[in-house]
């Protein structure tokens, strides 16, 4: 679980199916599957509106043999650090800022970065309900 501005919190759980999902713990609606290593979903939390701007949230996998603990994500304003565990990760509710190209860094326990990855730039489309992930786990 992760939480975000004005006690707004999203969690990761499994549908009968198995398949992993991000939930808005507020309003229980959910934000998106997670079935890639970096996906950005928006978020559904009740209230958004009063927090006036749009907000996301980045969730993603790793591979089970993956040292990585902890994702760092820069969007250029900070960059919170969200720790991997039972080889999910998600961040907090971010603020939706168009035209920004988060950057994404995953790092072991000691700090030393695994690897990097840098999203397309955020665009209001991610809110229409046919959105879709931008990085499907590789084969």
């Known amino acids: 679980m992760a939480a975000g501005p004005a006690g707004r919190s999203v969690a990761v759980g ?8 991000v939930y808005s713990v507020s309003s ?7 079935d890639g290593f970096a996906c ?14 749009p907000r996301y949230v980045i969730a993603g996998l790793t591979e089970p043999e993956d040292p990585c603990v902890n994702v760092f994500i820069d969007d250029g304003h900070d960059a919170p650090q969200c720790r991997v565990h039972a080889q ?11 035209g920004t190209s988060p950057s994404l860094s995953w790092r072991d326990q000691t700090g030393t970065e695994l690897r990097r990855f840098t999203l397309p ?10 959105y879709a992930t931008y990085a499907p786990l590789p084969d």
């Open 14 to 21: 499994r549908d009968a199916d198995g398949a992993l999902w």
């Open 28 to 34: 229980g609606q959910a934000a998106g599957k997670v």
């Open 40 to 53: 950005v979903l928006p978020y559904p939390g009740a209230g958004t509106e009063d927090l006036g701007q």
């Open 88 to 98: 999910v990760w998600v961040s907090a509710p971010r603020e939706l800022r168009i």
């Open 121 to 130: 730039p955020l665009t209001a489309d991610m809110f229409a309900p046919s």
